[in-house]
């Protein structure tokens, strides 16, 4: 034999014992994609409805107005939300 075969079987063999030696490792070790990112949602994304920024809900300046809650993602939008408010009146 060459020792390029030589070469060439000791890498087929090498290719067949990690394909051997894998099937008997257990399942178990891996998860799911959708089981090992799936977490619950910890916050829902709103709108802000001037600069249309998604903010997340707890982090969001809250305002009610006409029985209605706004969302922002600063105090500057809130403000020009207000006053916009008040000239369409």
Known sequence: MTPLRLVVLAILFYI???LLTGIGKKKSETKPLNE???S???DALVEDPV???LVPKGQALR???EN???YFCSEACCSRFISEK???K
């Open 16 to 18: 067949l014992y990690r």
């Open 36 to 38: 090992k990112y799936s």
């Open 40 to 42: 619950p949602v910890s």
């Open 51 to 53: 600069c249309h920024t």
């Open 63 to 65: 305002l009610q107005h």
């Open 68 to 70: 209605q809650i706004y």
């Open 86 to 88: 008040g000239e369409q």
